[in-house]
């Protein structure tokens, strides 16, 4: 794990990790980037195998319409040998189109594939060139030089493979023209020989510069798809989806160049992790990877890109936080609240002994997953954004008031002094959240659920969550009081009172497999987060 200890730490590592160029892309070193551009091509032969079925079969129906029209209908049902051919080679377009879109090729499969359908389309095209060279008909050549921009076009590939698969063209339209000399004619009448030499030199000019405009191509398109790799790297991570973001950041799902587990990476905005919000924003981070309480999710890694962009690595879950989980499922059973409380209370208790609070604690920064095959395990979010209690100068990142006013302490809006107590606040909150499906206070502007959360006292739950045991209620009502003193001292402490409470051993294995049954498919199908968490 890359930790190194200062902001200025961070920035030599960075200085002195290597650039990598497309040249080095090009030789193996990424090998990633060569797994992405495998499935790529792959892809685009599979649609390139299908255009040619396609066309082959319009071109087979038309020739045979033709036929019908101009011999009628005996001679059209003679079969030509070039309309054996034709089908053949029809039947393996549609044939190598369904191999390639049925398994996963190696690189050098697919090279394989790509150097075939090349080569066989040039000789297809030489061959009509020279069955028509005395026909005068001069479609070929320009049709023979598309095809290369297009092959160019499609398949991504370094500009030197691009120019020795298409060097047949011009070289084998050159030997038809030289092994049929003078015979050239229009119409019947032969060619002057100046005329002849000038036909010559046209259909090899035609072709040798659409095979520069294929090698240009091919180095354009291919540098693109280094570009698009490189644009979607953070350090040694390569970011596969945005999963969330707000105000601070982005979060992506990412994997490592390495280890092929994926991980979560959020990549704080420049105009916020900048100047002193960096540094603090480093020994949070640097803080938080030492906690290791399985309710806790793990901070792997983080660091500053040459752009000066600062990340940190986290594990990737599969689940969702517990805003979702609510809006899809609806209110909980108090025994599942007792079973999620009772785990953020150790997160918590892990935390605060090592002189760090949350400060956000809210349904967003709670995510319920699977994790060694059992459902409903909680993880708490976004430490990174955790006070320590003993550096009170360090209590505001951006200069204001940081928190979710949903569930904000009343002593961090008054500005006093942030502890534990200020933290099972906040959780007390989220469980009221998670027994009614509403938060504790509400209000039609951000003043006026401030003022609420000073002033008023919350509406007992034994009105809004009616089935709700009264040791619970009473036990989280304790933490909604407005005086720090009056709630429990520690999170230990409130996991002590929770687990008294009744019904503790009515959310069961079973029930939570049934639910991650019936809801699971809704979770997934949800939007992303707009929550920094």
Same mark, same amino acid.
């Given at each position: 794990?890359?930790?190194?200890?200062?902001?200025?730490?961070?920035?030599?590592?960075?200085?002195?990790?290597?650039?990598?160029?497309?040249?080095?892309?090009?030789?193996?070193?990424?090998?990633?980037?060569?797994?992405?551009?495998?499935? +790529? %091509?792959?892809?685009?032969?599979?649609?390139?195998?299908?255009?040619?079925?396609?066309?082959?079969?319009?071109?087979?129906?038309?020739?045979?319409?033709?036929?019908?029209?101009?011999?009628?209908?005996?001679?059209?049902?003679?079969? +030509?040998?070039?309309?054996?051919?034709?089908?053949?080679?029809?039947?393996?377009?549609?044939?190598?189109?369904?191999?390639?879109?049925?398994?996963?090729?190696?690189?050098?499969?697919?090279?394989?594939?790509?150097?075939?359908?090349?080569?066989?389309?040039?000789?297809?095209?030489?061959?009509?060139?020279?069955?028509?060279?005395?026909?005068?008909?001069?479609? %070929?050549?320009?049709?023979?030089?598309?095809?290369?921009?297009?092959?160019?076009?499609?398949?991504?590939?370094?500009?030197?493979?691009?120019?020795?698969?298409?060097?047949?063209?011009?070289?084998?339209?050159?030997?038809?023209?030289?092994?049929?000399?003078?015979?050239?004619?229009?119409?019947?009448?032969?060619?002057?020989?100046?005329?002849?030499?000038?036909?010559?030199?046209?259909?090899?000019?035609?072709?040798?510069?659409?095979?520069?405009?294929?090698?240009?191509?091919?180095?354009?398109?291919?540098?693109?798809?280094?570009?698009?790799?490189?644009?979607?790297?953070?350090?040694?991570?390569?970011?596969?989806?945005?999963?969330?973001?707000?105000?601070?950041?982005?979060?992506?799902?990412?994997?490592?160049?390495?280890?092929?587990?994926?991980?979560?990476?959020?990549?704080?905005?420049?105009?916020?992790?900048?100047?002193?919000?960096?540094?603090?924003? &480093?020994?949070?981070?640097?803080?938080?990877?030492?906690?290791?309480?399985?309710?806790?999710?793990?901070?792997?890694?983080?660091?500053?890109?040459?752009?000066?962009?600062?990340?940190?690595?986290?594990?990737?879950?599969?689940?969702?936080?517990?805003?979702?989980?609510?809006?899809?499922?609806?209110?909980?059973?108090?025994?599942?609240?007792?079973?999620?409380?009772?785990?953020?209370?150790?997160?918590?208790?892990?935390? +605060?002994?090592?002189?760090?609070?949350?400060?956000?604690?809210?349904?967003?920064?709670?995510?319920?997953?699977?994790?060694?095959?059992?459902?409903?395990?909680?993880?708490?979010?976004?430490?990174?954004?955790?006070?320590?209690?003993?550096?009170?100068? &360090?209590? &505001?990142?951006?200069?204001?008031?940081?928190?979710?006013?949903?569930?904000?302490?009343?002593?961090?809006?008054?500005?006093?002094?942030?502890?534990?107590?200020?933290?099972?606040?906040?959780?007390?909150?989220?469980?009221?959240?998670?027994?009614?499906?509403?938060?504790?206070?509400?209000?039609?502007?951000?003043?006026? %659920?401030?003022?609420?959360?000073?002033?008023?006292?919350?509406?007992?739950?034994?009105?809004?969550?009616?089935?709700?045991?009264?040791?619970?209620?009473?036990?989280?009502?304790?933490?909604?009081?407005?005086?720090?003193?009056?709630?429990?001292?520690?999170?230990?402490?409130?996991?002590?009172?929770?687990?008294?409470?009744?019904?503790?051993?009515?959310?069961?294995?079973?029930?939570?497999?049934?639910?991650?049954?019936?809801?699971?498919?809704?979770?997934?199908?949800?939007?992303?987060?707009?929550?920094?968490?």
């Amino acid at each position: 794990m890359t930790m190194p200890g200062t902001r200025a730490a961070a920035e030599t590592a960075t200085e002195r990790a290597p650039v990598r160029s497309a040249h080095q892309i090009r030789l193996g070193e990424a090998e990633q980037f060569q797994s992405e551009l495998r499935i +790529h %091509v792959q892809r685009r032969l599979v649609l390139a195998t299908w255009v040619l079925g396609l066309a082959g079969a319009g071109l087979l129906v038309v020739s045979r319409a033709a036929d019908l029209a101009s011999h009628g209908f005996v001679a059209a049902n003679q079969v +030509h040998p070039s309309v054996v051919t034709h089908l053949v080679a029809v039947l393996i377009a549609f044939g190598l189109h369904l191999w390639l879109k049925r398994q996963p090729l190696s690189g050098a499969a697919l090279v394989t594939v790509d150097t075939v359908i090349t080569e066989a389309l040039i000789a297809v095209c030489l061959m009509i060139y020279t069955f028509s060279y005395e026909t005068g008909i001069r479609q %070929v050549v320009p049709l023979l030089g598309l095809l290369l921009i297009a092959r160019a076009i499609v398949l991504p590939s370094r500009p030197q493979r691009t120019l020795l698969l298409s060097l047949p063209a011009p070289l084998g339209i050159l030997a038809i023209q030289l092994a049929h000399g003078r015979v050239y004619t229009v119409d019947g009448i032969p060619y002057p020989q100046a005329g002849y030499v000038a036909y010559v030199l046209w259909d090899q000019a035609t072709l040798w510069l659409a095979l520069g405009l294929a090698g240009l191509t091919s180095r354009v398109v291919y540098a693109a798809r280094v570009h698009a790799y490189e644009a979607a790297k953070i350090g040694r991570y390569t970011l596969e989806k945005r999963i969330g973001g707000g105000a601070i950041g982005e979060v992506y799902r990412a994997r490592h160049a390495l280890i092929r587990r994926p991980v979560a990476l959020k990549v704080l905005r420049p105009e916020v992790a900048s100047g002193r919000n960096l540094e603090l924003f &480093e020994r949070e981070v640097q803080r938080t990877s030492q906690l290791s309480h399985p309710n806790t999710v793990q901070v792997f890694d983080y660091g500053l890109t040459a752009e000066g962009l600062f990340y940190y690595a986290m594990e990737f879950l599969e689940g969702a936080d517990l805003e979702r989980i609510v809006e899809v499922g609806g209110p909980m059973p108090p025994a599942r609240v007792l079973h999620v409380l009772r785990q953020a209370c150790g997160s918590l208790e892990e935390a +605060h002994a090592a002189g760090l609070i949350h400060c956000d604690l809210k349904p967003a920064n709670l995510v319920l997953c699977r994790q060694g095959g059992r459902p409903d395990v909680l993880k708490v979010l976004d430490f990174g954004l955790a006070r320590n209690v003993r550096r009170r100068d &360090e209590a &505001e990142l951006d200069g204001t008031v940081s928190g979710t006013p949903l569930t904000m302490p009343p002593e961090m809006i008054r500005g006093q002094t942030i502890a534990p107590a200020s933290d099972l606040y906040s959780l007390a909150a989220v469980g009221y959240f998670l027994l009614t499906g509403r938060p504790v206070f509400d209000g039609e502007s951000l003043g006026e %659920v401030l003022r609420r959360h000073l002033s008023d006292e919350p509406e007992p739950l034994s009105t809004t969550a009616p089935d709700t045991p009264a040791d619970l209620a009473a036990c989280l009502l304790r933490c909604l009081s407005k005086d720090p003193a009056d709630r429990p001292e520690t999170a230990s402490a409130l996991g002590e009172s929770l687990c008294a409470c009744d019904g503790q051993e009515t959310w069961t294995l079973e029930d939570a497999e049934r639910w991650w049954t019936t809801h699971g498919a809704a979770l997934s199908n949800g939007h992303e987060t707009d929550e920094d968490g």
